[in-house]
């Protein structure tokens, strides 16, 4: 096997941008993900409805269309599937980029394959689009890795008739809580802040207000959660404490980038807001060669860079190169 051109590192929509650019510019990109294609979409609710329309969310000026105003899960996955096959992206799943050594124009990308393996990729360039979605930020409280604790909400069936807490105020507690609610789970939201975020999508904040409203969804404000047991969470406000009954906490606290991963790299961070140093009209970091692409650049501010945004990135390092 040669030296690739570029490696993209994390098979999300930014990294098969990035690719599918440099693949039009005449170089030979490869793509590796430790998942599947476009892992974290993948591992959205399974319903999720995006906030964006179509043409939005579209890479390599190819055309997405939906069956409603805006397009749900689903049809992403199939879209950026498509995507790389039509610019027949060369892409290794299911291997996780463990390190990367040598400099720029001789890197060596190594990876742990499914079955343990080690594998080793040259590349003159490499491009870091690893998203957000694999690390949640946890409450960091007693009982927050029982098995009935999850950051992640997939589906609402399992738990009818049964109580549910959720644990968050942004968009994925309040369309989390919803969804439970309507399908006949018994459904507490507890939320730290006063109000929920100010960034709900707008046909959600309404729904949300309306059932709080109405007690179908019950919510706690300005309360904060203590510990989680095996059928209960513990829970502080101006009240005193208090213990919810839980078959299933969901804790939907927000994610942020792999920051350990970026440091091995050799690229700085900004002690506070975790993004990383980098030229904003190349995105090369302060390493040469290693240029960062989609929600990575945001640091902790992970609502500044999304799908939308994100997918020009790659166009911008691809253009950096040519030059
Ligand atoms: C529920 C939800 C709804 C959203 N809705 C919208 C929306 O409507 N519109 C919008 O624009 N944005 C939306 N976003 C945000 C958007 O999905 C993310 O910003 C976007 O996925 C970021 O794309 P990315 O390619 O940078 O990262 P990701 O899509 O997260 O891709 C990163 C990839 O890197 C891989 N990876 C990580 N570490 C390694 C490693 N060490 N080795 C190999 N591979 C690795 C991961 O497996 C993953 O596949 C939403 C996010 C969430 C959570």
């Not at 409603?68 to 689903?74: D, F, I, M, S």
């Amino acid at each position: 096997m040669g030296t690739y051109d570029i490696i993209c590192i994390g098979a999300g929509p930014t990294g098969l941008a990035c690719a599918i650019e440099a693949k039009r510019a005449g170089m030979t990109p490869l793509v590796i993900d430790k998942g599947c294609l476009c892992n974290s979409i993948y591992h959205y609710p399974v319903n999720m409805v995006f906030f964006t329309t179509p043409e939005l969310l579209e890479i390599g000026d190819l055309p997405l269309v939906s069956a409603a105003e805006k397009p749900v899960r689903v049809e992403a996955l199939k879209y950026y599937r498509k995507a790389a096959e039509y610019y027949g992206l060369e892409v290794r799943l299911f291997e996780r980029v463990l390190r990367v050594d040598g400099h720029d124009g001789h890197f060596t990308v190594v990876t742990q394959t499914a079955k343990g393996g080690e594998e080793r990729y040259s590349s003159k360039k490499i491009s870091v689009a690893t998203g957000y979605y694999d690390l949640p930020n946890v409450m960091d409280i007693p009982g927050e890795n029982l098995p009935h604790v999850s950051h992640y909400y997939t589906e609402p069936y399992e738990f009818w008739n049964e109580d549910v807490v959720v644990i968050g105020g942004k968009n994925s507690a309040a369309e989390a809580a919803l969804d439970l609610y309507r399908n006949g789970a018994r459904v507490t939201l507890v939320h730290r802040k006063a109000e929920l975020g100010s960034t709900i999508k707008y046909w959600v904040r309404p729904d949300i207000e309306n059932r709080i409203k109405a007690s179908q969804v019950k919510a706690l404000f300005e309360t904060r959660v203590k510990q989680i047991t095996g059928d209960e969470v513990l829970v502080e406000n101006g009240n005193g404490e208090t213990r919810l009954p839980a078959k299933q906490v969901f804790a939907l606290t927000g994610y942020h980038p792999d920051f350990t991963f970026i440091e091995s790299l050799g690229v700085h961070l900004d002690p506070e807001t975790r993004k990383p140093a980098l030229d904003p009209n190349t995105l090369e970091s302060n390493v040469p060669g290693i240029h960062l692409a989609g929600v990575v650049i945001g640091g902790r501010h992970t609502s500044e860079i999304f799908i939308e945004n994100g997918r020009f990135h790659g166009k911008q390092i691809i253009e950096s190169l040519k030059a």
